[in-house]
Protein backbone atom coordinates (compact mmCIF):
# COMPACT_ATOMS: atom_id res chain seq x y z
CA UNK A 1 0.00 0.00 0.00
CA UNK A 2 0.96 3.38 -0.85
CA UNK A 3 -0.48 6.91 0.31
CA UNK A 4 1.01 9.80 -0.63
CA UNK A 5 0.63 13.42 0.20
CA UNK A 6 2.31 15.51 3.53
CA UNK A 7 3.05 12.97 5.91
CA UNK A 8 3.74 13.88 9.69
CA UNK A 9 6.91 11.64 10.35
CA UNK A 10 8.83 10.83 13.34
CA UNK A 11 8.05 11.64 17.15
CA UNK A 12 8.48 15.58 15.79
CA UNK A 13 5.62 14.99 13.20
CA UNK A 14 7.56 16.47 10.99
CA UNK A 15 5.54 17.62 7.97
CA UNK A 16 7.21 15.43 4.87
CA UNK A 17 5.66 15.96 1.46
CA UNK A 18 6.28 12.25 -0.23
CA UNK A 19 4.88 8.95 -0.40
CA UNK A 20 4.36 6.53 2.86
CA UNK A 21 4.83 2.83 1.94
CA UNK A 22 3.26 0.40 4.11
CA UNK A 23 3.47 -3.37 3.80
CA UNK A 24 1.91 -6.03 5.81
CA UNK A 25 0.98 -3.62 8.36
CA UNK A 26 4.15 -2.54 8.86
CA UNK A 27 5.66 0.71 7.48
CA UNK A 28 8.76 0.67 5.67
CA UNK A 29 9.46 3.45 3.81
CA UNK A 30 8.84 7.32 3.47
CA UNK A 31 9.83 8.16 -0.18
CA UNK A 32 10.37 12.27 -0.40
CA UNK A 33 9.46 13.74 -3.48
CA UNK A 34 7.15 15.93 -5.24
CA UNK A 35 3.23 14.62 -5.13
CA UNK A 36 0.06 15.66 -6.28
CA UNK A 37 -1.54 14.34 -3.44
CA UNK A 38 -3.19 17.26 -0.55
CA UNK A 39 -3.49 14.45 2.15
CA UNK A 40 -2.51 14.71 5.51
CA UNK A 41 -1.00 11.58 6.67
CA UNK A 42 -0.59 11.13 10.05
CA UNK A 43 -0.38 8.44 13.13
CA UNK A 44 -4.04 7.40 14.51
CA UNK A 45 -5.33 8.44 17.76
CA UNK A 46 -5.35 6.71 20.87
CA UNK A 47 -8.17 7.42 23.02
CA UNK A 48 -6.40 7.27 26.81
CA UNK A 49 -9.44 7.36 28.83
CA UNK A 50 -13.05 5.84 28.37
CA UNK A 51 -15.95 5.45 29.84
CA UNK A 52 -18.01 3.90 27.08
CA UNK A 53 -20.82 1.90 28.94
CA UNK A 54 -22.50 5.73 29.46
CA UNK A 55 -23.29 5.56 25.80
CA UNK A 56 -26.60 4.56 26.43
CA UNK A 57 -27.26 8.22 28.53
CA UNK A 58 -25.71 10.78 26.48
CA UNK A 59 -26.51 14.67 27.68
CA UNK A 60 -28.11 13.00 30.63
CA UNK A 61 -27.61 14.40 34.24
CA UNK A 62 -27.80 18.16 33.44
CA UNK A 63 -26.94 20.74 36.92
CA UNK A 64 -25.63 17.19 38.41
CA UNK A 65 -22.01 17.73 40.20
CA UNK A 66 -19.71 15.23 39.68
CA UNK A 67 -20.53 13.18 42.45
CA UNK A 68 -23.98 13.06 41.50
CA UNK A 69 -22.90 12.09 37.91
CA UNK A 70 -20.48 9.48 38.54
CA UNK A 71 -19.67 8.51 42.15
CA UNK A 72 -20.36 4.46 42.87
CA UNK A 73 -22.51 2.82 43.65
CA UNK A 74 -25.56 5.28 43.11
CA UNK A 75 -24.43 8.17 41.12
CA UNK A 76 -26.59 8.74 38.00
CA UNK A 77 -24.93 6.72 35.40
CA UNK A 78 -24.23 3.56 37.70
CA UNK A 79 -28.35 3.26 38.40
CA UNK A 80 -28.62 3.89 34.52
CA UNK A 81 -26.27 0.71 34.15
CA UNK A 82 -27.88 -1.23 36.35
CA UNK A 83 -31.50 -0.24 34.95
CA UNK A 84 -30.00 -0.63 31.23
CA UNK A 85 -31.33 -3.35 28.88
CA UNK A 86 -27.80 -5.62 28.07
CA UNK A 87 -28.82 -5.74 24.71
CA UNK A 88 -29.09 -1.92 24.86
CA UNK A 89 -25.84 -1.39 26.52
CA UNK A 90 -23.74 -3.20 23.64
CA UNK A 91 -25.57 -1.83 20.84
CA UNK A 92 -25.12 1.94 21.94
CA UNK A 93 -21.24 1.03 22.84
CA UNK A 94 -20.87 -0.16 19.36
CA UNK A 95 -22.06 3.24 18.22
CA UNK A 96 -19.95 5.23 20.21
CA UNK A 97 -16.73 2.39 19.07
CA UNK A 98 -17.68 3.12 15.41
CA UNK A 99 -17.51 6.57 16.29
CA UNK A 100 -13.59 6.20 17.05
CA UNK A 101 -13.17 4.34 13.79
CA UNK A 102 -14.55 6.72 11.71
CA UNK A 103 -12.73 9.53 13.46
CA UNK A 104 -9.62 7.86 13.34
CA UNK A 105 -9.44 6.29 17.39
CA UNK A 106 -7.80 2.92 16.48
CA UNK A 107 -7.19 1.67 20.29
CA UNK A 108 -8.37 3.17 23.11
CA UNK A 109 -8.36 2.16 26.92
CA UNK A 110 -11.57 2.10 28.47
CA UNK A 111 -12.64 1.89 32.40
CA UNK A 112 -15.54 -0.89 32.00
CA UNK A 113 -18.52 -1.05 35.25
CA UNK A 114 -20.11 -4.18 35.84
CA UNK A 115 -17.06 -6.49 36.70
CA UNK A 116 -16.78 -9.29 34.02
CA UNK A 117 -19.90 -9.27 32.18
CA UNK A 118 -19.50 -5.99 31.59
CA UNK A 119 -16.19 -6.61 30.25
CA UNK A 120 -17.44 -9.33 27.99
CA UNK A 121 -19.94 -7.02 26.50
CA UNK A 122 -17.73 -4.31 25.81
CA UNK A 123 -15.97 -7.25 23.88
CA UNK A 124 -18.90 -8.38 22.02
CA UNK A 125 -19.45 -4.58 21.25
CA UNK A 126 -16.55 -4.60 19.38
CA UNK A 127 -17.07 -7.15 17.43
CA UNK A 128 -16.70 -6.27 13.48
CA UNK A 129 -15.29 -2.75 14.71
CA UNK A 130 -11.76 -1.85 13.86
CA UNK A 131 -11.00 -0.11 17.28
CA UNK A 132 -8.92 -2.38 19.82
CA UNK A 133 -10.73 -1.74 23.25
CA UNK A 134 -8.01 -2.41 26.12
CA UNK A 135 -9.84 -3.04 28.78
CA UNK A 136 -9.84 -2.46 32.41
CA UNK A 137 -12.12 -3.94 34.80
CA UNK A 138 -13.96 -3.11 38.13
CA UNK A 139 -15.10 -4.60 41.22
CA UNK A 140 -13.79 -7.99 42.55
CA UNK A 141 -9.98 -8.45 41.79
CA UNK A 142 -11.55 -11.59 39.67
CA UNK A 143 -12.64 -9.36 37.26
CA UNK A 144 -8.95 -9.54 35.95
CA UNK A 145 -9.46 -12.96 34.57
CA UNK A 146 -12.06 -11.23 31.73
CA UNK A 147 -10.51 -7.84 31.95
CA UNK A 148 -6.69 -6.51 30.41
CA UNK A 149 -6.24 -4.52 33.46
CA UNK A 150 -7.70 -3.58 36.43
CA UNK A 151 -9.29 0.49 36.69
CA UNK A 152 -10.32 1.58 40.21
CA UNK A 153 -12.37 4.44 40.68
CA UNK A 154 -10.51 6.53 43.17
CA UNK A 155 -8.73 5.52 46.65
CA UNK A 156 -11.31 7.89 48.17
CA UNK A 157 -14.04 4.95 47.10
CA UNK A 158 -12.38 2.28 49.23
CA UNK A 159 -9.25 0.02 49.71
CA UNK A 160 -7.80 -1.40 46.46
CA UNK A 161 -4.74 -2.94 47.73
CA UNK A 162 -6.21 -6.71 47.26
CA UNK A 163 -6.77 -5.70 43.76
CA UNK A 164 -3.40 -3.82 42.95
CA UNK A 165 -1.67 -7.36 44.36
CA UNK A 166 -4.05 -9.02 41.95
CA UNK A 167 -3.39 -7.22 38.65
CA UNK A 168 0.49 -7.27 39.80
CA UNK A 169 0.23 -11.21 40.19
CA UNK A 170 -1.38 -11.55 36.80
CA UNK A 171 1.11 -9.04 34.75
CA UNK A 172 -1.58 -6.50 34.18
CA UNK A 173 -1.81 -2.84 34.43
CA UNK A 174 -3.47 -1.07 37.28
CA UNK A 175 -5.31 2.47 36.67
CA UNK A 176 -6.54 4.43 39.05
CA UNK A 177 -8.25 8.01 39.29
CA UNK A 178 -6.77 10.42 41.41
CA UNK A 179 -6.73 14.04 42.05
CA UNK A 180 -10.31 14.51 40.35
CA UNK A 181 -12.36 16.86 42.65
CA UNK A 182 -9.41 17.19 45.27
CA UNK A 183 -5.96 16.60 46.32
CA UNK A 184 -6.80 14.39 49.12
CA UNK A 185 -6.97 11.04 47.56
CA UNK A 186 -3.59 11.24 45.47
CA UNK A 187 -1.24 10.37 47.93
CA UNK A 188 -2.95 7.63 48.47
CA UNK A 189 -3.59 6.54 44.86
CA UNK A 190 0.29 6.80 44.38
CA UNK A 191 0.84 4.33 47.69
CA UNK A 192 -0.47 1.68 45.21
CA UNK A 193 2.46 1.97 42.92
CA UNK A 194 -0.68 2.35 39.45
CA UNK A 195 0.37 1.83 35.94
CA UNK A 196 -1.58 4.46 34.38
CA UNK A 197 -2.98 7.86 36.78
CA UNK A 198 -6.42 9.32 35.34
CA UNK A 199 -7.32 12.84 35.59
CA UNK A 200 -4.82 14.43 38.40
CA UNK A 201 -6.16 18.13 38.15
CA UNK A 202 -5.32 19.52 41.80
CA UNK A 203 -1.93 17.29 41.69
CA UNK A 204 0.38 19.72 43.70
CA UNK A 205 4.30 20.27 43.83
CA UNK A 206 4.84 17.37 46.06
CA UNK A 207 2.01 15.19 44.16
CA UNK A 208 4.70 16.22 40.98
CA UNK A 209 7.47 15.24 42.39
CA UNK A 210 6.48 11.78 42.93
CA UNK A 211 5.06 11.54 40.04
CA UNK A 212 8.62 12.10 38.22
CA UNK A 213 10.06 10.30 40.97
CA UNK A 214 7.86 7.10 40.00
CA UNK A 215 7.98 7.77 36.71
CA UNK A 216 4.11 7.08 36.61
CA UNK A 217 2.17 7.98 33.38
CA UNK A 218 -0.50 10.06 33.29
CA UNK A 219 -3.94 10.47 31.42
CA UNK A 220 -5.51 13.35 31.46
CA UNK A 221 -9.46 14.74 30.10
CA UNK A 222 -9.69 18.55 30.30
CA UNK A 223 -12.70 18.52 28.89
CA UNK A 224 -14.64 16.16 31.09
CA UNK A 225 -13.08 18.10 33.98
CA UNK A 226 -14.24 21.41 32.79
CA UNK A 227 -17.97 20.24 32.35
CA UNK A 228 -18.10 18.67 35.57
CA UNK A 229 -16.67 21.79 36.80
CA UNK A 230 -13.61 20.68 38.82
CA UNK A 231 -11.03 22.65 37.40
CA UNK A 232 -8.52 21.70 34.95
CA UNK A 233 -5.17 19.51 34.94
CA UNK A 234 -2.10 21.11 35.03
CA UNK A 235 -1.02 19.77 31.83
CA UNK A 236 2.13 22.04 31.20
CA UNK A 237 3.55 20.97 34.49
CA UNK A 238 2.94 17.61 34.38
CA UNK A 239 4.24 17.13 30.76
CA UNK A 240 7.26 18.57 32.36
CA UNK A 241 7.76 15.61 34.88
CA UNK A 242 5.93 12.65 33.20
CA UNK A 243 4.27 11.03 29.86
CA UNK A 244 0.59 12.50 29.40
CA UNK A 245 -1.89 10.87 26.91
CA UNK A 246 -5.42 12.57 26.63
CA UNK A 247 -8.70 11.00 27.25
CA UNK A 248 -11.97 12.06 26.56
CA UNK A 249 -13.51 9.85 29.38
CA UNK A 250 -17.14 9.73 29.76
CA UNK A 251 -19.33 9.47 26.60
CA UNK A 252 -22.39 10.62 28.38
CA UNK A 253 -20.32 13.97 28.96
CA UNK A 254 -18.05 14.35 25.72
CA UNK A 255 -18.19 12.66 22.18
CA UNK A 256 -15.07 10.38 21.97
CA UNK A 257 -13.33 12.48 19.23
CA UNK A 258 -9.81 12.56 19.73
CA UNK A 259 -10.28 15.90 17.30
CA UNK A 260 -12.08 17.84 19.71
CA UNK A 261 -9.79 17.41 22.52
CA UNK A 262 -6.87 18.27 21.07
CA UNK A 263 -8.08 21.14 19.86
CA UNK A 264 -9.81 22.33 23.34
CA UNK A 265 -6.37 20.89 24.78
CA UNK A 266 -4.32 23.52 22.14
CA UNK A 267 -6.50 25.98 22.60
CA UNK A 268 -7.29 26.65 26.31
CA UNK A 269 -3.11 25.52 27.59
CA UNK A 270 -0.16 26.72 27.06
CA UNK A 271 0.99 23.60 25.08
CA UNK A 272 2.73 23.46 21.42
CA UNK A 273 0.65 21.42 19.08
CA UNK A 274 3.39 19.17 18.23
CA UNK A 275 3.15 18.05 22.23
CA UNK A 276 -0.77 17.89 21.89
CA UNK A 277 -0.39 15.51 19.08
CA UNK A 278 1.80 13.03 20.68
CA UNK A 279 -0.31 13.32 23.49
CA UNK A 280 -3.34 11.95 21.26
CA UNK A 281 -0.97 9.31 19.41
CA UNK A 282 2.56 8.03 20.70
CA UNK A 283 1.87 8.94 24.51
CA UNK A 284 -1.32 6.54 24.67
CA UNK A 285 0.35 4.04 22.66
CA UNK A 286 3.29 4.34 25.47
CA UNK A 287 0.65 3.46 28.22
CA UNK A 288 -0.03 0.30 26.03
CA UNK A 289 3.65 -0.58 25.44
CA UNK A 290 2.54 -0.76 21.46
CA UNK A 291 4.30 -0.07 18.62
CA UNK A 292 2.55 2.43 16.88
CA UNK A 293 1.74 5.82 17.55
CA UNK A 294 4.30 7.72 15.15
CA UNK A 295 5.07 7.23 11.76
CA UNK A 296 8.52 5.36 11.11
CA UNK A 297 9.94 2.45 9.37
CA UNK A 298 9.25 -0.30 11.49
CA UNK A 299 6.47 1.10 13.15
CA UNK A 300 2.81 -1.05 13.27
CA UNK A 301 1.02 1.45 10.49
CA UNK A 302 -2.18 2.96 12.24
CA UNK A 303 -3.14 5.90 9.79
CA UNK A 304 -5.14 8.27 9.65
CA UNK A 305 -5.47 10.46 6.00
CA UNK A 306 -6.88 13.76 6.05
CA UNK A 307 -8.12 15.46 3.04
CA UNK A 308 -6.04 18.62 3.14
CA UNK A 309 -8.33 20.50 0.52
CA UNK A 310 -11.30 20.16 2.40
CA UNK A 311 -13.05 23.38 2.75
CA UNK A 312 -12.27 23.39 6.16
CA UNK A 313 -8.21 22.54 5.56
CA UNK A 314 -7.45 24.27 2.42
CA UNK A 315 -5.09 27.11 2.40
CA UNK A 316 -3.29 25.68 5.63
CA UNK A 317 0.44 26.74 6.59
CA UNK A 318 0.92 24.35 9.16
CA UNK A 319 0.07 21.17 8.96
CA UNK A 320 0.28 19.93 12.89
CA UNK A 321 -1.50 23.18 14.18
CA UNK A 322 -4.11 22.61 11.45
CA UNK A 323 -4.52 18.70 12.65
CA UNK A 324 -4.79 19.78 16.37
CA UNK A 325 -6.21 23.13 16.28
CA UNK A 326 -8.61 22.89 13.17
CA UNK A 327 -9.75 19.36 11.63
CA UNK A 328 -12.74 17.31 12.54
CA UNK A 329 -14.18 14.15 11.06
CA UNK A 330 -15.60 15.39 8.34
CA UNK A 331 -11.79 15.96 7.18
CA UNK A 332 -11.04 11.98 7.44
CA UNK A 333 -10.61 10.06 4.04
CA UNK A 334 -9.28 7.37 5.39
CA UNK A 335 -8.21 5.47 8.81
CA UNK A 336 -5.60 2.70 8.38
CA UNK A 337 -5.52 -0.23 10.84
CA UNK A 338 -3.66 -3.68 10.49
Known amino acids: MELSGTVLWGDDYEPVQGTLVVEDGEVVRLDEERVDSDDIVLPAFVNAHTHTGDSIAKEAGRGLSLEELVAPPDGLKHRLLREADRDDLV ?21 REGGSDGVRAIREA ?13 GDPAVLDAADGYGASGAGDGEFGRQRTAAREAGKPFAIHA ?5 SDINPALDLDPDILVHMVHAEPLHLDRVEDSGI ?10 VTDVGLPPIEALLERTTVALGTDNVFLNSP ?9 AKLFDVDAVDVLRMATRAGAELLDANYGTIEAGREARLVVLDGDSHNLAG ?23
Open 179 to 183: GEVDE
Open 316 to 338: YRDAVRAVVRRAGAADVKRVVSP
Open 91 to 111: AAMRRSLAFMDDTGTTSHLEF
Open 257 to 265: SMFREMEFA
Open 126 to 138: GEGVDVDSVVFGR
Open 217 to 226: PVAVCPRSNL
